[in-house]
């Protein structure tokens, strides 16, 4: 289950006097709340969702929200807004997911290059992973000559390419070897049948 939701933070109080109260018709002192409100995931603050604030009349106590004050609080009111500073943790979880997105992004363009060196220079170890229809599987590279690339097929296919790592197991290699050029190996990347590379 995802707990999210917003929740509100006091974030600032100031006062103003000579100020008239509509309801107890004093020209008093007002107090001024100013609360910011967040949206989180998880109790993580992700973005904030604006300002809002309430006046409190010093005199009788009354509480008033903004659309409820005169022209004269709500001025009094602005002023005491504008001194209210959004906290920057308030973007503290929108920050983390930005970083994660950045490190993802640079993890796919590092295994990118990654797989170009690995398909020029194979080594053996390195595992293919390959489509075969609507089956996904791997291969190993056994062994490497000048001009050929020895695999070994892995015993078991599954539905899912996401799920291939489940059938990437030492025990599943047990058929003989077999040779393939080192021009077809790269050709069958670019064929699409060759999907991934990798190395341990």
């Known amino acids: ?57 010093n005199n009788c106590k009354i509480t008033l929200a903004t659309k409820e004050m005169n022209d004269q609080l709500k001025l009094a009111f602005q002023n005491a807004k504008a001194n209210a500073k959004t906290p920057l943790w308030y973007w503290s979880g929108g ?19 990654d797989v170009a060196n690995y398909i020029d220079e194979p080594l053996a170890g390195d595992v293919i992973e390959f489509k075969d229809e609507n089956y996904y599987s791997t291969v190993k ?41 080192t021009g077809r190996f790269k050709e069958l990347f670019e064929e699409k049948i060759f999907l991934d590379i990798k190395r341990d």
Not at 155 to 171: M, R, V
Request: net charge positive.
């Open 1 to 57: 289950m995802i707990f999210y939701g917003s929740k509100a933070t006091h974030l600032h109080s100031e006062q103003a006097s000579g100020i008239k109260c509509d309801h107890c018709n004093q020209q008093t002192q007002h107090t001024f709340s100013i609360y910011g409100k967040y949206v989180y995931i998880y109790w993580i603050p992700i973005f904030p969702l604006g300002q809002k604030g309430v006046s409190e009349c």
């Open 95 to 113: 920050a983390i997911i930005a970083l994660f997105i950045i490190y993802g992004v640079f993890s796919r363009q590092q295994h990118k290059n």
């Open 141 to 181: 590279i056994s062994t490497i000559t000048q001009d050929s690339i020895f695999l070994i097929d892995n015993d078991f296919k599954i539905d899912k390419q996401g799920k291939i790592n489940k059938i990437d197991k030492e025990k599943n290699y047990t058929t003989e070897p077999y040779s393939i050029s």
